[in-house]
């Protein structure tokens, strides 16, 4: 169980390195995040912003999503994007999706399917989670 896992963690790594062109030394896998209280979670992967400064938090799995998980990692955290990437049995991948806005986190928010992230010729320099809650976001907002 534990080495399927981790060749499921390390496919989504090389999906996100090598389909949608995020750098490969600005996702790490295993980090150790540091919750409120000083204590850790190790993450499966983050993704990091200029030195070393993760902002996404990402789940992989093959089951449910663990929704609840997530959000208490973003409540407890200075992560703002919490991310699952699901992976069905027939190797088609999903990523699930919640944002803390303005670094305030209520559990609130609802944990939505991004079915629209871009393409990888569309991302070739931007982040594409950046690219895929902008674009999710202004749809629900009716944008």
Request: aromatic content about 14%; proline content about 3%.
């Amino acid at each position: 169980m534990e080495n399927n896992h981790k060749e499921l963690i390390t496919s989504v790594k090389d999906l996100l390195i090598y389909s949608y062109k995020y750098p490969e030394e600005q996702v790490i896998v295993d980090y150790q995040v540091v919750l409120k209280d000083g204590s850790t979670f190790k993450a499966d992967l983050v993704l990091t912003k200029e030195l070393s400064v993760p902002y996404v938090i990402v789940f992989v799995t093959s089951d449910v999503i663990p929704v609840e998980q997530v959000k208490m990692i973003l409540s407890q955290s200075s992560l703002q994007y919490g991310v699952a990437c699901q992976i069905k049995e027939d190797a088609y991948s999903e990523f699930w999706g919640i944002e803390k806005k303005t670094n305030i986190f209520t559990g609130n928010l609802e944990f939505e399917n991004i079915t629209d992230y871009p393409k990888p010729y569309k991302c070739t320099d931007v982040n594409f989670f950046l690219v895929a809650f902008e674009a999710f976001f202004t749809l629900i907002q009716g944008g």
